[in-house]
Structure formats: C-alpha cells, structure tokens
C-alpha cells in the first residue's frame, strides 16, 4: 500500500505561470513533509520542506501548503521557469525515534514540463 | 565541493556476481542512509547508521545486501550473487545530527546506477 501519492504522473505548464503538484498521505503518524527536485541521472535534490505545525511555507518561488485534515499537501512554484523542468517527489517522515533513525516515504513522482 | 559522493556512478555486472558500493557523506553529518531507485518509483529506504551503528533495516534488505559504517564516516554497501531484479539506482542520503523536534533535512547523492545482466 503506498502511503505516500502522487496521482499525477505528468503535468504540463506553460513558462511564467504557475505550476501546482500535489501530493497525499495516508500514514497520520507523518508530521515532517518534503519535496525533491530529480534531473535524469542524478540524485533527488532538496526544494522545501514544511512541519505539521504549519500549514505554510515559503522559499522565494516555492511554497508548500499543508492540509493535515485532508492529509493532502501541495507544491506552488511561481512563476515557473524552463529550468523548473524536472520530476518532483514528495516525501514525508514520521517524529524521528532514537535520534533520528527513520527513512523518508517517497511519492512516485510527477514529471513537470515547462513549455515555452 | 561538500555534497554526498557515491562511488562508482555506474556498475554493470553478471548474474550471481557480488557488487559494492561506497557512500561518503557530507563531512559534518552522523546520520546516512541508503535507498534504492527503480524506473518509475520513487526512492525506497532499505537502513539508516547513526555513526557506526546500523538502527535501522527494511524488509527490503534481503540476505544477500549487507552494509557497513565501520567509523562512522563513509559507509559501504554490498550486494551478493546478484539477481535481475536488483538492477536500480542505489542513492545515498545524509543528514547532520539529531537536534529535537522536527526531523532533519537528507541530502542525497548522485546515487550508482546497477546494471544486472
């Protein structure tokens, strides 16, 4: 069972608009989220990453809105830029146990394209 | 430049062959972690040292995988008599020591892409 969903696969926006890529949770025990920005061959780079303290944070283009009662989560890059062309994973962690010992549950990632 | 290294980048190899990879994370950071990437999967964790020790084990850690810290800084991780199916990208994350509250950023590597033939 994935706990973690991304259900679209692709999305497709045009260069200076904004891009909106979602993500939702089944696991209640997850309280810290992130998101990842992965180029072909490379490993998953950090973007933002938001506490369930809060249901908003932001990062110059990128905000991260979340809705722990909706266990859903969302990803707001604006404007979106030709280099924004990526696969965005969202990723989530429970409280972390015994220092810190638990690994991240990724989404399956959404292919984001900007057209020009 | 201080980011997570992972040796080789690429591996191809035979079926029954054994592999090993090597992580070597940012300088500063106690915690590693190694993960494995299939085509249209996202990351899935497999153990996670805190230093030396070894917290932490998927299910996905079969028998045959096997990894070690031994001095807490760069990590190892072998694979024996390797099967198709373990062809993946292997990635390896860090992340610097636990402070209380909220979970702590991980920041991957390259990661090594393994070929099975």
């Known amino acids: 069972d994935q706990q973690v969903k991304q259900n679209s696969p692709s999305l497709s926006v045009q260069e200076g608009r904004i891009s909106i890529l979602n993500c939702d949770y089944t696991?209640?025990?997850?309280?810290?989220f992130l998101w990842y920005k992965k180029y072909p061959a490379e490993g998953p780079t950090f973007l933002i990453s938001i506490s369930s303290i809060k249901d908003k944070n932001e990062d110059g283009r990128f905000t991260v809105f979340l809705n722990k009662s909706a266990k859903h989560l969302s990803l707001h890059i604006v404007p979106s830029q030709p280099g924004d062309s990526a696969v965005y994973f969202c990723a989530a962690s429970e409280v972390p146990r015994r220092g810190g010992a638990d690994g991240l549950t990724f989404g399956k990632g959404t292919h984001l394209i900007i057209q020009p | 430049d201080t980011g997570v290294s992972q040796d080789p980048r690429h591996k191809i190899t035979k079926r029954g062959q054994n592999v090993t990879f090597r992580c070597d994370p940012i300088?500063?950071?106690?915690?590693l972690y190694w993960y494995r990437q299939t085509l249209g999967q996202g990351p899935e964790f497999l153990t996670y040292f805190q230093n030396e020790a070894q917290l932490e084990k998927s299910r996905l850690l079969s028998d045959r995988f096997s990894a070690e810290r031994p001095k807490g800084s760069f990590s190892t991780l072998e694979i024996q008599r390797t099967e198709q199916g373990d062809s993946a990208m292997y990635l390896c994350?860090?992340?610097?020591?636990?402070?209380?509250?909220?979970?702590?950023?991980?920041?991957f590597g390259p990661g090594t892409r393994l070929t099975v033939l």
């Open positions: 994350a860090s992340s610097p020591p636990y402070s209380g509250g909220e979970a702590d950023t991980q920041y």
């Open positions: 300088s500063e950071h106690n915690r």
């Open positions: 696991n209640s025990m997850f309280d810290y």
